[in-house]
C-alpha cells in the first residue's frame, strides 16, 4: 500500500460520511499543502522527493480530523485515527503532525509540517465561513482585507479561534496577513474541488 494523498482521501470518505466534515478535510490539505510546496522549494527538493514531501503535507489535512465524526470525544480524537493509521504503516511524520493539531495530546508542534497543519485547520474553517455568507457563495470573492475585518467581528464564526489562525501565523513565522493570503489562494485555485467556486 502506497500512502499517498489518494489512500488519504479514500481513508477520509470511508470513515466521514458528512459533507462539511469532509470538506473541512479537504481544506486544510490544499491550503497545507501548499505550505508543503514551499517547503520542498526552499529545501531544493525534487522529482519524487519533493512529490513525497508534499504528499505528506496534503495527506495529513486530509486525515487530520478523520476519526471525528465516529471518535468525536477529547478522550478518541485523533488518538482513534492515528492508531489505525500507524497499523496500516502510514509515515510517523504525518501521524505526528495529526496528533500535534490537537492541543491536549501532549505533542509538540515542532516540524515544519506540524507547524503547517496546525495553523492551517482553524483558518481553512474561517475562510470557508467567509465564503459562505457572500451571496455567491463563493472563496472567488473572498478578500484578505475582507477576512481581517471578519476576524475581530466577535459574533461571525464564532467556533473559530482567532488566537489559533494568528499563532499559526506566528509558527510558521509569517506575518498574519501572509498566512491569510497563502490560504486563501490555496483554496481559490482549487475551489471547485471544495464546493466553493
Ligand atoms: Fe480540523
Known amino acids: 500500500m502506497a500512502f499517498g494523498r489518494a489512500e488519504a482521501q479514500a481513508i477520509l470518505e470511508e470513515w466521514t460520511k458528512g459533507e462539511s466534515l469532509r470538506k473541512h478535510g479537504m481544506a486544510v490539505s490544499v491550503c ?3 505550505y508543503g510546496r514551499r517547503e520542498a522549494e526552499r529545501l531544493g527538493l ?3 522527493e519533493a512529490a513525497e514531501f508534499v504528499d505528506q ?3 495529513a489535512g486530509l486525515l487530520h480530523d478523520m476519526d471525528y465524526e465516529r471518535h468525536p470525544s477529547l478522550e478518541e480524537h485523533p488518538f482513534v485515527g492515528v492508531k489505525h ?6 509515515p510517523e511524520a504525518v501521524l505526528n503532525a495529526i496528533l500535534a493539531h490537537a492541543d491536549y495530546s501532549g505533542v509538540a508542534r515542532e516540524s515544519h509540517l506540524e507547524r503547517a497543519l496546525f495553523a492551517c485547520d482553524e483558518l481553512a474553517g474561517f475562510l470557508t465561513a467567509c465564503a459562505l455568507v457572500k451571496p455567491t457563495k463563493s ?3 473572498v ?3 475582507g477576512v481581517k475585518k471578519k476576524m475581530k467581528d466577535k459574533a461571525f464564526a464564532r467556533a473559530v479561534k482567532r488566537e489559533d489562525i494568528t499563532g499559526g501565523a506566528e509558527l510558521l513565522g509569517i506575518p498574519l496577513e501572509e498566512h491569510l493570503g497563502n490560504c486563501l489562494k490555496a483554496m481559490q485555485e482549487r475551489a ?3 464546493g466553493l467556486a
Open 85 to 90: 493509521l500507524r497499523e496500516l504503516g502510514w
Open 139 to 141: 472563496i472567488m470573492d
Open 32 to 34: 497545507t499543502e501548499s
Open 46 to 48: 525534487g522529482g519524487d
Open 57 to 59: 503535507y496534503a495527506s
Open 192 to 194: 471547485g474541488e471544495l
Open 143 to 145: 478578500e484578505v482585507a
